[in-house]
């Protein structure tokens, strides 16, 4: 862990992020949630009435102990070490950071004035001449951005695969004669590029195997589509296990499966809220779920990123005050989150979510995205990561479209909820059923996980990525990079910050043969642009260090080792290393 003051863990617990030099916020735990959990040992504490002098005796013997490195100790409802890293900007990095978008933007107006007078040619969507008058359609800033920035850098996207994306894969090579606004095709393949972009945590993203196997006997049995929704013809014998056995996995009574993640959460929380409803929703949600809480026509509220001082403090008011003019109570309650947040890498304070949510008499809603498979000691996600009863969430998101290879996702709960959603659910009733092949890449990768395959191969692979995470994320720290989130996370946010080195990272890593995924605005806040890694258990230990060391070369080549901590040197590898990694002390 980092130790600066802005990283510094408030009680022990986690570190709160400190935005572009300013002080950070105070830690986000709720306080009246220290004694929510009794069954939890906790620090002591002093007895009242004690003077001012031993706070200051606390207080010098609190910096002593912070020259000594020490391991992060349980705290509150978590009972184990709950750490993540938000490492403030320095700001020096967030000066030049904005003069870089100004200079950026001030040529930008000076290429639309061009455009204007028709002195350079404008590729992007634009009003015809004849429609002056009308109220703009393409005027916004995203367009602006748009034509005057992502351009430049757009070869860093939508690149063509041609292989797997495995922990090594295939691109095809492509070259751009203006600009980035239109690519050629060189017919060449750019092979064994490794891959730390994929969501490919599990490493089931394969084309042979057992899962690979089932899926083609079963699309030669089924076909691959269904031509059909589920309420209709296109139920078939396959979904009906998927749904038992995700009900199984997650321990819950109930699932039913969507053949569409994004879906999943945009088509579901409105048939779960609506008119006379309080959604509390964290800012960093993902997009599907804003859109989600959007359509349901309910009340939005957003609470500071993992802060449960401002989640209780919307609760409070909600039961207080009520509805706005009316003041008659919320109908319902419903508390929105992510289990791992995909830009920060951050794990969410599931235990102080749960205990907020019995105190308000709320429903908690928990997108495990990117946390089902990847998190727990059976891959169960952050229910299983924090050892909490599956029952005290009310409903259970998840996708299949990263940990189990596949596609689709799913919602999870007591019995009665899922049997009203199959009913009122837009995405049950009109969507078509998911493909027989899909569903049973699911089912294998799952009974793989749960052992039901008769191996202990998926839970090999579970184990294998949590030494890969934390081993990768301790690295990047002791090269001097800054990176968002929690240690165990496998989404791994690496700071570029400015316009310039996205765009610069992206191409330098992919001459070195490493592709990875680069991250500006509208995804992330505009200054806080950012390299997101996806570790897979299928990263072997020499794959991890190739793509270590061309980081480290990278990141010396462009500057990018903007942390203000110690570098340590890389640990020598002893030969005959048996795959679990060497970490050093803090």
């Known amino acids: 862990m980092t130790k600066s003051p802005a990283t510094q863990p408030a009680d022990g617990d986690v570190c709160q992020r400190a935005k572009n030099g300013l002080r950070p916020e105070r830690n986000g735990s709720a306080k009246s949630l220290r004694r929510g959990h009794e069954r939890r040992p906790e620090p002591p504490r002093r007895p009242p009435g004690e003077g001012e002098e031993r706070e200051a005796d606390a207080e010098a013997a609190e910096e002593e102990e912070e020259e000594v ?18 490492e403030e900007t320095p700001m020096l990095v967030a000066v030049l950071t904005y003069m870089g978008y100004g200079v950026l933007t001030v040529f930008g107006y000076l290429r639309d004035f061009l455009r204007h007078w028709k002195i350079e040619r404008c590729h992007i969507g634009r009003e015809k001449e004849e429609q002056t008058g009308f109220v703009p359609l393409y005027q916004d800033f995203e367009n602006f951005y748009t034509r005057n920035l992502y351009i430049r850098i757009r070869d860093n996207w939508n690149r063509p695969l041609c292989s797997v994306p495995g922990a090594k894969m295939d691109l095809m090579e492509r070259t751009s004669r203006d ?35 089932s899926a083609a006997e079963v ?30 996995f997650l321990g819950v009574e109930s699932a039913m499966a969507f053949g569409m993640g994004f879906a999943t959460n945009s088509m579901n929380i409105p048939a779960l809220a609506g008119k006379g409803c309080l959604i509390l929703s964290d800012e960093l949600n993902h997009a599907s779920l804003v859109l989600g809480t959007r359509l349901s026509g309910s009340t939005i509220r957003v609470f500071k990123h993992n802060n449960m001082q401002s989640l209780e403090k919307l609760l409070r008011e909600a039961i207080v005050h009520g509805q706005p003019r009316t003041h008659r109570p919320w109908k319902k309650i419903l508390i929105v989150v992510e289990g791992i947040y995909s830009m920060e890498g951050s794990v969410v304070r599931l235990p102080e979510v749960i205990a907020l949510k019995k105190r308000y008499r709320a429903y908690l809603y928990l997108d495990e995205a990117h946390s089902i498979g990847a998190l727990g000691p059976r891959g169960r996600g952050v229910v299983d990561y924090f050892g909490l ?5 009310d409903v259970m998101m998840g996708t299949f479209t990263k940990s189990f290879g596949a596609a689709g996702g799913y919602i999870a709960g007591k019995r009665e909820l899922i049997e009203y959603l199959r009913s009122h659910s837009h995405s049950a009733v009109y969507a078509t059923s998911m493909s027989p092949p899909v569903v049973e890449q699911i089912i294998t990768s799952m009974k ?29 720290r002791d090269m001097g990079f800054i990176i968002y989130g929690n240690q165990d996370s496998p989404v791994v946010p690496m700071m570029l910050y400015m316009p310039a080195k996205i765009g610069a990272f992206g191409r330098e890593m992919l001459k070195r043969n490493i592709g990875v995924v680069v ?56 030969d005959g290393d048996d795959g679990a990694y060497e970490d050093v002390d803090d």
């Open 69 to 86: 490195p020490a391991a992060p100790r349980p705290c509150g409802p978590y009972g184990r070490p709950f750490a993540e890293s938000f």
């Open 179 to 213: 600009y980035n606004w239109t690519f050629d095709y060189t017919g060449r393949v750019v092979r064994d590029v490794i891959n730390l972009g994929s969501y490919n945590y599990l490493g089931f993203a394969e084309n042979t195997g057992p899962c690979a196997d």
């Open 219 to 248: 699309a030669a049995k089924y076909g691959v589509g269904v031509a059909s929704t589920r309420q209709e013809i296109g139920n078939l014998d396959r979904h009906e296990e998927m749904e038992k056995l995700v009900a199984e």
């Open 389 to 393: 009863d599956p029952c005290d969430v």
């Open 448 to 476: 793989c996980i749960m052992g039901e395959d008769g191996t202990k191969i998926g839970l090999e692979r579970v184990q294998q990525l949590a030494v890969n995470t934390v081993y990768f994320r301790k690295r990047l």
């Open 519 to 574: 991250v500006g605005f509208p995804a992330t806040p505009i200054i806080e642009s950012r390299a997101r890694f996806c570790l897979s258990a299928a990263h072997t230990k020499d794959v991890l260090d190739k793509a270590l060391s061309v980081i480290s070369e990278v990141g010396d080549l462009l500057q990018l080792k903007y942390s203000r901590h110690k570098i340590k040197p890389a640990p020598p590898r002893p």
